[in-house]
């Protein structure tokens, strides 16, 4: 079973996101207070734990949640999720994969002490359902990827 690690934000693109107690997510629009909050199909930024603690080993040293400007931290996700694939949060969260990682070249303009994993490692995905989201929810897949 996949879990909720964490939820993140921050109103400044270039500061690390801080946890939070909980999150509301908005239909259309990502997670009210975060500074993506409507600007973008990539609403919410997810981490899996799993290449957090792999990064950690590289690296030497920890990253607290929300250090690598994820919104959300999320331990037993494969990772292979495709775009068009759906994630339910609870009884009424539902988001939709838009893509892995970044498109080559585009600019990534915040990193952790040299370390930047969403451009490789993270996904974005759409909220297609809001709701309060918190640490400790479980997550299930949801289908079949789709356009």
């Not at 997670?31 to 080993?57: K, N, Y």
């Not at 037993?76 to 892995?100: C, F, N, S, T």
């Not at 490692?121 to 929810?137: N, S």
Request: hydrophobic fraction near 35%; proline fraction near 7%.
């Amino acid at each position: 079973m996949a879990k909720v690690v964490a939820v993140c934000t921050s109103k400044d693109r270039r500061k690390p996101k801080e946890p939070k107690a909980a999150a509301m997510l908005v239909r259309g629009k990502g997670i009210e207070g975060d500074s993506h909050f409507g600007l973008t199909e990539r609403q919410v930024s997810l981490l899996r734990s799993e290449d957090i603690r792999e990064a950690e080993r590289s690296a030497g040293f920890p990253f607290s949640p929300g250090s690598l400007a994820e919104n959300l931290v999320i331990e037993g996700l494969p990772e292979d999720l495709l775009p068009g694939q759906g994630l339910a949060i609870g009884p009424d969260v539902r988001l939709r994969v838009v893509e892995k990682g970044k498109k080559a070249g585009e600019p990534h303009t915040y990193d952790y002490r040299g370390w930047c994993l969403l451009p490789t490692k993270g996904f974005f995905l759409a909220v297609e359902r809001g709701g309060t989201v918190l640490p400790g929810m479980e997550v299930m897949l949801e289908g079949e990827a789709r356009d």
